[in-house]
């Protein structure tokens, strides 16, 4: 395909990724005001940790999440793993799920409510449906003899780690042009379409899935590192050598996800998705290129010297 001097190629891949889950523990603790407070020694590297564990929490407690206060990146804290392998919502979040449901059941049965008629609300807790017989939370907690009332959990793969394999799946969309004179190269838009498990916030969810898109471009057309033959050292090792996409070098990009929620990947049914987003889409990119130019450039960054 072609408009004028520019090369037209549509491409797709498809992806896949590893929905791991590690141990993991967390503590969930409420005040005599009503006030939730959450630890989990995690950390937050910009995916939205800190937001969908207050929600996970104030969900299994029973709260707003305008109570819920969550603390991590303490080695203090109830220890989590690495934020690593696209795990931490599913090891992590299982974790604060099980806390928040065990400080729940603790409450109850110093309560005498059941778990599923209890409300927790104006400093008190009530039989779901009644307008008398509120449990104050100020004697609840003052009948344990701390300022507080705590639940924790410890959480890990069982047997349905072994009985089951566990992946994300993903499929990725591009459109590329390239000049056909210089072999200048740019994405104009790609769709991305994932299976991932629970999707426990939709905006921290998709800005990862867009942000591991925009990677999978960087890893397509610009990222390389330069090792000089004889020293064995990397050469470009700073952001001046070593290329990354600007918003210049990204077009439209849409994603959508799969309604899903896998049980016997995590209590609370969700997978990873930081690296989903990347899997495939420099294939896909690759394919463009080689639907719009006819030819096949099998090592990346595919760059323009490659393709004239």
């Known amino acids: 395909m072609r408009e004028?001097?520019?090369?037209?190629?549509?491409?797709?891949?498809?992806?896949?990724?590893?929905?791991?889950?590690?141990?993991?523990?967390a503590l969930a603790r409420i005040d005599a005001d009503g006030t939730v407070l959450v630890e989990a020694g995690s950390q937050d590297l910009g995916g939205g940790t800190y937001t969908i564990m207050t929600q996970i929490a104030a969900d299994a407690v029973g709260v707003?999440?305008?109570?819920?206060?969550?603390?991590?990146?303490?080695?203090?804290?109830?220890?989590?793993?690495?934020?690593?392998?696209?795990?931490?919502?599913?090891?992590?979040?299982?974790?604060?799920?099980?806390?928040?449901?065990?400080?729940?059941?603790?409450?109850?049965?110093?309560?005498?409510?059941?778990?599923?008629?209890?409300?927790?609300?104006?400093?008190?807790?009530?039989?779901?449906?009644?307008?008398?017989?509120?449990?104050?939370?100020?004697?609840?907690?003052?009948?344990?003899g701390q300022p507080y009332i705590e639940g924790q959990a410890s959480t890990k793969p069982g047997e349905e780690a072994k009985k089951y394999s566990g992946f994300s799946f993903g499929a990725q969309f591009a459109e590329v042009h390239v000049d056909a004179d210089l072999g200048q190269?740019?994405?104009?838009?790609?769709?991305?379409?994932?299976?991932?498990?629970?999707?426990?916030n939709a905006k921290t969810a998709r800005s990862q899935f867009i942000g591991g898109m925009i990677w999978g471009i960087s890893m397509a057309l610009h990222e390389i590192t330069a090792y000089d033959p004889r020293l064995v050292r990397v050469v470009n090792n700073n952001l001046a050598e070593y290329h990354v996409p600007t918003n210049a070098d990204v077009g439209d990009i849409d994603v959508a996800w799969i309604e899903e929620e896998d049980l016997n990947v995590s209590p609370i049914g969700a997978k990873g998705i930081g690296e989903i987003g990347i899997t495939g889409s420099a294939a896909a990119v690759a394919n463009a290129i080689y639907h719009a130019t006819g030819k096949r450039v099998r090592e990346l960054p595919i760059t323009p010297d490659k393709l004239i």
Do not use: C, H
């Open 185 to 200: 190269i740019y994405v104009a838009r790609m769709t991305g379409v994932f299976g991932a498990g629970k999707i426990l």
């Open 64 to 144: 707003p999440v305008t109570k819920v206060s969550f603390r991590l990146g303490d080695t203090r804290y109830p220890e989590t793993p690495v934020s690593g392998g696209s795990q931490t919502a599913a090891t992590t979040g299982s974790a604060v799920y099980l806390a928040g449901k065990a400080l729940r059941e603790k409450l109850s049965a110093m309560s005498g409510i059941a778990v599923d008629e209890m409300i927790i609300d104006n400093g008190g807790i009530s039989r779901r449906g009644s307008k008398t017989g509120a449990v104050s939370l100020r004697e609840l907690v003052a009948k344990g």
């Open 4 to 25: 004028k001097n520019t090369l037209i190629g549509w491409g797709m891949a498809t992806s896949v990724y590893p929905a791991r889950r590690s141990p993991a523990a």
